[in-house]
Nanobody, 122 residues
Framework: QVQLVESGGGLVQAGGSLRLSCAASGRTFSSSAMGWFRQAPGKEREFVAAISWAGLITFYKDFVKGRFTIPRDNAQNTGFLQMNSLKSEDTADYYC???????????????WGQGTQVTVSS
């Protein structure tokens, strides 16, 4: 079991940057894939990015390619979502998740954080 806590959300102007963190506790984080998902008001949760346990494989949704990266530091049991060139449509609650598979499907992730809010003003 992995417990996850996100932080780093907030209010930022369009074009700005934010770095979300996902602090994990539990012995299996370093062997778990990690994903980031987001949910905007009135919309379903959607995949943003994922990274394999060793960091060798990454997936990005098309709308964040070239703007977001998903590094991780297994020694610190922490994952990140670096968000650059933010747009108003990036406004959402962002969730990190850990699971066995590097996947875009939320069902492949058994452990979830509580979410952190990101608001991008235009």
């Amino acid at each position: 079991q992995v417990q996850l806590v996100e932080s780093g959300g907030g209010l930022v102007q369009a074009g700005g940057s934010l770095r979300l963190s996902c602090a994990a506790s539990g012995r299996t984080f370093s062997s778990s894939a990690m994903g980031w998902f987001r949910q905007a008001p009135g919309k379903e949760r959607e995949f943003v990015a994922a990274i394999s346990w060793a960091g060798l494989i990454t997936f990005y949704k098309d709308f964040v390619k070239g703007r977001f990266t998903i590094p991780r530091d297994n020694a610190q049991n922490t994952g990140f979502l670096q968000m650059n060139s933010l747009k108003s449509e990036d406004t959402a609650d962002y969730y990190c998740a850990a699971g066995r598979m590097t996947s875009h499907n939320s069902r492949d992730y058994a452990n979830w954080g509580q979410g952190t809010q990101v608001t991008v003003s235009s």
